[in-house]
């Protein structure tokens, strides 16, 4: 019987309880300081427990997936604690596109990809001495908005880099990456691509809570004046949206190009979940600043369901459920290599 095993964060336990939901096997990879907390779980069959989750690399843990026949669901945890190339030498098979994930992490890629996919991204800008407009400074890799910071010009950029560094946030020979600020109302759009039935299912929308920028605007400007701190993007919990109807074709037609750039330029291209994550504007115009190529937190908001899918689906389907499913059609048709790398 197939498995399904992740690492114990993120949205595992939506994947594993979902997996569950499809009658398959669930594994738990789980360090140590949080065995108490999933053993809460009875829908988690097996506990893995390792030191660190790059033990997923090691003989042992991967003997135990192997022997299940276990399929690894890929979230933010391993992308923000694992390089790429420790990622594409994982031998048990990730559910997804495991070389996209080299995309996701690195900004350049990332941007790359987001423009072959004529998402509308904002402009970065290469140099702080061309700050002009307010900007937003972005650390490599899924840092989850941590030591970001805004600025409005040079002076601005080194004073606030700089007080990051002294800090500890951010390191002195890190590589920063700048773009224009974009305002408007956040929206994170979830995707599910499935290329055995060659769809482009829409999952739904969610908004995150970023501390302490959402603190800070809690306060009064003349308090907010007086701050010294740095106010960073540190990802605290997401709540649910729902779009205007008539956003949703243009949200299709993002998913869409976006699946379409993947295959041309990452093979076999943007299978299983995504999110492209941007703002609207006044003119209810999006503006993309980031994607993510497998399952995002955000998620777990709809573990029971969420809006979109009730249209698709006739019982309760979340993200980690519609994967599990996916998993049993494509064991089931013989068509694991179309799912999974
Ligand atoms: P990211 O790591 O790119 O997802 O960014 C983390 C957070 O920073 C996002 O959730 C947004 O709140 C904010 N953010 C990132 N890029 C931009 C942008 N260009 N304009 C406005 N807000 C942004």
Same mark, same amino acid.
């Given at each position: 019987m197939t498995a399904i095993a992740t690492l114990g964060s993120h949205c595992s336990l939506q994947v594993l309880k979902g997996a569950k939901d499809e009658g398959l096997k669930t594994i738990l990879i789980c360090e140590k300081k949080r065995e108490r907390l999933y053993?809460?779980?009875?829908?988690?069959?097996e506990l893995v427990i390792?030191?660190?989750? $790059?033990?997923?690399?090691e003989q042992k843990c991967r003997s135990v997936l192997e022997q299940n026949d276990a399929v690894l669901i890929p979230h933010g945890t391993l992308i923000a604690q694992m390089s790429s190339e420790e990622i594409e030498s994982i031998k048990t098979p990730i559910f997804?596109? $495991?070389?996209i994930l080299r995309w996701e992490s690195d900004r350049e890629m990332k941007e790359k990809l987001m423009r072959e996919a004529s998402l509308p991204v904002p402009k970065p800008v290469?140099?702080?001495?061309?700050?002009?407009k307010l900007v937003i400074v972005k650390r490599q890799g899924?840092?989850?908005? $941590?030591?970001y910071f805004m600025a409005s010009n040079e002076d601005d950029y080194n004073k606030k880099r700089d007080q990051l560094i002294s800090e500890g946030t951010?390191? $002195?020979?890190e590589t920063l990456y700048i773009q224009e600020y974009a305002a408007g109302v956040l929206a994170y759009l979830q995707f599910f691509y499935s290329p055995l039935k060659e769809e482009l299912e829409f999952f739904g929308v969610d908004q995150r809570h970023e501390s302490d920028i959402e603190g800070l605007a809690r306060i009064p400007s003349e308090q907010q004046l007086k701050s010294k701190k740095v106010p960073s993007f540190n990802v605290i919990g997401n709540s649910p949206l729902v779009l205007r109807e008539s956003l949703l074709d243009e949200v299709y037609v993002m998913g869409e190009n976006f699946v379409e750039a993947s295959k041309r330029i990452v093979a076999?291209?943007?299978?299983g979940p995504f999110c492209i994550e941007g703002v609207y504007d006044e003119n209810a115009r999006f503006t993309s600043f980031e994607f993510s190529a497998r399952i995002v937190a955000?998620?777990?908001?709809?573990?029971?369901?969420s809006p979109y899918y009730s249209l698709l689906f006739n019982e309760s389907m979340s993200m980690g459920r519609r994967i599990a499913m996916e998993v049993k059609t494509g064991v089931e048709t013989n068509q694991m290599d179309k799912i999974t790398t």
């Open positions: 053993r809460r779980f009875p829908f988690i069959d390792v030191d660190s989750f $790059k033990d997923v690399l997804g596109n $495991k070389w290469t140099n702080p001495k061309d700050i002009n899924a840092a989850g908005g $941590k030591g951010i390191s $002195k020979d076999p291209g943007m299978n955000g998620s777990n908001i709809y573990m029971d369901g």
